[in-house]
């Protein structure tokens, strides 16, 4: 290909800035494209290399990304040990036309992204064909990828390097590490723990639920400036500037958040359910035991104190199934556990021991981490175990709630973010007055909306005297504090700019996650809201090309590839599509690659064979096998 002399483009020049604009909306060669063709700006000579339709490549005892794709495991078994009897499938009419049209597009919109400047240049050799990269006579002036454990190679099309354009072609927007992420078992992680593979809370926009989705890949964004967002319910989420909430809006940027907007948060269980057999009493139990229970304690037995006879109750009847006693101190409130049997170990000093709990304070208590996987039946026994140890019932004045009352407010998000699941809008609010005449700061967790308290009483299976409390309050039907219209939506209180700080960025399986409650974006495009980028229809109809791009994802290590579909009819359609690493896809083809290798060394096809589609498959040994050999 030969070009004339060609200015890079920088981020500082006007032409990357309109692209840039234009890449926010999720999309990137088209606006790249775009620029050039209407401002002319593109090469005056490039060279197409056309290859001839219905010669494919032949097998060389190597997994090839643009022939194998979506072969089973004997179909490729016979690809590598009968090279002589293999024929590929012919191309029709149609198909050798796309073939040589796209070859001329091709040619085309290549020149195009290498006059900008943005291909990453080659080095080396080719980690696929193993010659020095270079465009003079023995050279290979592709980009190759290989992984020789398994015997797959290929060359890719190019690697974009968009210069002030985060990493790669997306701008994967960022966290600090401490924000913590919604996983999919229900469970909370900071940013810092999440890891590639790992299975958290996304967000189906089309259904308004929340959906399991996997974490494609880890960032580190360095250090940068983080901005805090609050909303008026207490929720704080720190992120950077450009870091997309999803709003009545739309998706809109941390930065540009202002006091009264509405973000959505997440709400809704239908992700999980509570395992069968799950002891639900247990559950209430770590409930009380993280309201009114001493776990400080350096005896052989922790305590809980207990004033109210229905918790007395229901301690009892839980300390019973585990074959413990609750004895009584002798003084005040207090009691503590005892073996039933002398010759067992006392059950509820291991669950304590077994969830973490020891040693934590009224100031580090959080909810159990097995309370957090068991499901939604769990959630509301901890909950109302809680809330018979810590929680009030006020009746009085002009708005009527219920709250848990903590000096932990960690521990109170998280009560947050669990009633958030239950669909229970509840607020974070400071409380200050003296102690021992000091200055004191605890906090509530409030409800006081009409349609969450009715939920919220509804749910909550209380053993306490609070249960009537709160019963006489909904039959008083109490005026609502909040409009019932922004259920399951919370109004921005401030957004404030902080300091620099190291930021993580989680790339995400469709883009969307659950943070602090909070539903957000991983990235600054929005690939997954534009028509354009329907990756669903890719996967459908070319499934042999889905395949191929993950294939070379795989090896390559990268975590994103662009697709671009060109029509053949008028009115002339440039399509592109973002092809995120689909790690699940990718360990089947593993599996299916060792699996194939293995049976080459052996001698044996691998079994079984009724799925074959290749008019050129060896006949099955088994006997009772309806597949034939045509040959």
């Known amino acids: ?93 149609e198909s050798r036309m796309a073939v040589t049209m796209g070859s001329a597009v091709h040619g085309f919109i290549e020149a195009c992204i290498r006059f900008g400047g943005w291909f990453v240049p080659l080095e080396g050799d080719c980690p696929a064909c193993g010659r020095p990269h270079g ?16 015997g797959s190679r290929g060359h890719m099309d190019g690697v974009l390097d968009i210069p002030g354009w985060g990493r790669g072609v997306f701008e994967f927007k960022c966290l600090a590490p401490e924000t ?144 413990c006693d609750v004895n009584y101190e002798g003084r005040g409130v207090d009691y ?60 009085r004045g002009s708005y009527p709630h219920i709250s848990w009352a903590s000096v932990n407010r960690p521990l109170l998000e998280e009560c947050q973010i669990l009633l958030g699941y239950l669909d229970v809008r509840a607020s974070i609010m400071r409380v200050r007055g003296r102690y021992k005449g000091q200055e004191h700061i605890s906090w509530r967790l409030l409800i006081r909306d009409a349609i969450a308290v009715m939920r ?12 009537i409390a709160l019963a006489a309050m909904v039959l008083k039907q109490p005026k609502p504090h909040h409009l019932t219209a922004v259920q ?46 329907d990756l669903d229809w890719f996967k459908e109809n070319h499934a042999v090309y889905y395949a191929q791009v993950q294939e070379y994802l795989r090896m390559s290590g990268y975590g994103k590839a662009i697709v671009l579909f060109a029509s053949l009819s008028y009115p002339w359609k440039l399509t592109e599509i973002h092809v995120p690493y689909d790690h699940g896809f990718a360990q089947q083809t593993v599996e299916k690659f060792e699996l194939v290798r293995a049976h080459v060394a052996m001698g044996t096809p691998p079994d079984p064979c009724c799925a074959l589609k290749s008019a050129k498959a060896k006949a099955c040994p088994a006997l009772s096998c309806p597949v034939k050999a045509i040959r």
């Open 456 to 467: 919220v009483q509804k749910i909550l299976k209380l053993e306490s005297a609070k249960a």
């Open 1 to 93: 290909m030969h070009l004339r002399p060609a200015v890079v483009v920088t981020a500082a020049s006007p032409a990357f800035k309109r692209i840039v604009r234009q890449s926010a909306q999720g999309l990137v060669l088209k606006p790249l494209l775009h620029a050039y063709l209407y401002e002319a700006k593109f090469p005056d000579r490039f060279d197409v290399t056309f290859h001839k339709a219905g010669q494919p490549r032949r097998p060389d005892g190597w997994f090839h990304p643009s022939t194998h794709p979506t072969m089973d495991a004997r179909q490729l078994y016979y690809y590598l040990t009968d090279p002589d009897g293999w024929e590929a499938e012919r191309l029709s009419y």
């Open 336 to 395: 503590h556990f005892s073996r039933s049997d002398k010759s067992r170990p006392n059950q509820i000093n291991a669950l304590i021991k077994r969830e973490g709990m020891v040693g934590s304070t009224s100031w580090t208590k959080h909810v159990p981490p097995s309370v957090w996987t068991a499901g939604p039946d769990a959630w509301i026994a901890f909950l109302s175990g809680y809330f018979d140890a810590d929680g009030t019932v006020v009746t």
């Open 135 to 150: 465009t003079g006579e023995g050279q290979c002036d592709e980009y190759g990828a290989a992984d020789p454990a398994v």
């Open 180 to 323: 913590r992420i919604s996983m999919a078992d229900g469970s909370l992680l900071p940013a810092s723990a999440v890891a590639a593979g790992d299975m958290i809370l996304g967000w189906d926009e089309e259904t308004d639920t929340l959906a399991p989705r996997a974490v494609q890949q880890i960032w580190d964004n360095g250090t940068v400036p983080v901005w805090t967002v609050e909303t008026r319910e207490g929720r704080r989420v720190a992120v950077t500037d450009e870091h997309p909430f999803w709003t009545r809006r739309g998706w809109v940027f941390a930065k540009e958040l202002v006091a009264g907007d509405l973000v959505k948060v997440g709400g809704g269980s239908n992700w999980i359910k509570t395992p069968v057999g799950y002891d639900l009493d247990e559950a209430r139990f770590l409930g009380v035991m993280v309201g009114d229970g001493s776990l400080t304690s350096q005896r052989s037995s922790f305590k809980v104190s207990v004033a109210d006879t229905g918790i007395l109750d229901s301690v009892r009847r839980y300390a019973a199934s585990v074959g």
């Open 488 to 533: 399951g939506w919370e109004k921005i209180k401030q957004v404030s700019e902080g300091l620099a700080r190291p930021t993580i960025a989680i790339e995400v399986e469709g883009g969307v996650h659950v943070t602090e409650g909070i539903v957000t974006h991983n990235t600054g495009g929005r690939a997954e809201f534009i028509s354009d980028l």
